[in-house]
């Protein structure tokens, strides 16, 4: 079976940088619903559509094509006492939109006496990515996957 609109696509997915750093190894499954529903890089499911179980992709993305380009102006630095006291590089924090709902992931990058330097950029912005890619296994969606807009199962959406 080929990889159309609605298809639930399984992939054996390696990512790396230009370098050849290995980002994702690929032992976890991709899986994923075809066909817009914002699952994967809309290139990368550009690319893949049409595809058959079995076939292959290598394709490099650009940053623009990924997770965006580096915005140094989500690099902040905030008052230590904004934060709980066990503070450390690597935490990450929700900030709270103005709806209340989470709209953005921060990453905590350093920590000193009085100031914590957070970023708000995914870990891979600014990054050209390689994707290796093997179709695994495709099938067509069930109907309370395409109603719900994902995969149930394993690897997929497990609970609402």
């Known amino acids: 079976m080929e990889i159309v609109k609605n298809a639930v696509v399984t992939l054996e997915c390696k990512v790396s940088d230009p370098d050849g750093n290995v980002v994702d190894d690929g032992t976890t499954p991709l899986v994923y619903l075809h066909g817009g529903y914002d699952a994967i890089f809309p290139l990368l499911e550009e690319k893949l559509h049409g595809l058959k179980e079995g076939e292959k992709l290598n394709i490099k993305l650009q940053p623009d094509e990924a997770f965006g ?3 140094e102006s989500l690099v902040l630095v ?6 709980p006291s066990n503070v450390e590089v690597g935490m990450a924090f929700e900030r709270v939109g103005d709806d209340g709902e989470d709209d953005m992931t921060f990453r905590v990058t350093d ?5 914590v330097v957070v970023d708000g950029n995914h870990p891979l912005a ?3 990515l390689i994707f290796d890619i093997l179709v695994k296994e495709v099938r067509m969606a069930s109907a309370e996957e395409l109603e ?7 690897h997929g959406h497990h609970h609402h």
């Open 69 to 71: 380009d580096y915005d």
């Open 111 to 115: 920590v000193a006496d009085k100031k």
């Open 78 to 83: 905030e008052e230590r006492e904004l934060f």
């Open 148 to 154: 719900h807009g994902h995969v149930h199962g394993p």
């Open 126 to 128: 600014g990054m050209a």
